[in-house]
Nanobody, 123 residues
Framework: QVQLIESGGGLVQAGDSLRLSCAAS????????GGWFRRAPGKDREFVAA????????YYSDSVKGRFTVSRDNAKNTVYLQMTSLKPEDTAVYYC????????????????WGQGTQVTVSS
């Protein structure tokens, strides 16, 4: 199991950009698919984006495709979510996750969860 800690959330205006970071506790994170989920107020948690362990393959939900970019730096044991053109409906707590592969993470079959970081987008 790998421990994950998110950072980078905050309050921004619609149209702004924000980058979230997820730092893993050990170098073993490089063996995991990494990704992001979010939970908006009053809604279920939803998948946002994921990236394969090598960084060579990514997958996004339709709601963020073209606006968000997931990346990773395995030398730093960190996965990122670059969010652009933010909308009020992006307001949510964002959670980092680690899973065995893209198939597993898109189905929320996750080995480790971060504690969450709040993103608030004002209109």
């Amino acid at each position: 199991q790998v421990q994950l800690i998110e950072s980078g959330g905050g309050l921004v205006q619609a149209g702004d950009s924000l980058r979230l970071s997820c730092a893993a506790s050990t170098q073993s994170f490089s063996r995991y698919t990494g990704g992001w989920f979010r939970r908006a107020p009053g809604k279920d948690r939803e998948f946002v984006a994921a990236i394969a362990s090598s960084g060579g393959t990514t997958y996004y939900s339709d709601s963020v495709k073209g606006r968000f970019t997931v990346s990773r730096d395995n030398a730093k044991n960190t996965v990122y979510l670059q969010m652009t053109s933010l909308k009020p409906e992006d307001t949510a707590v964002y959670y980092c996750a680690a899973a065995a592969n893209l198939y597993e993470i898109t189905r929320a079959r996750v080995d480790s969860w971060g504690q969450g970081t709040q993103v608030t987008v004002s209109s």
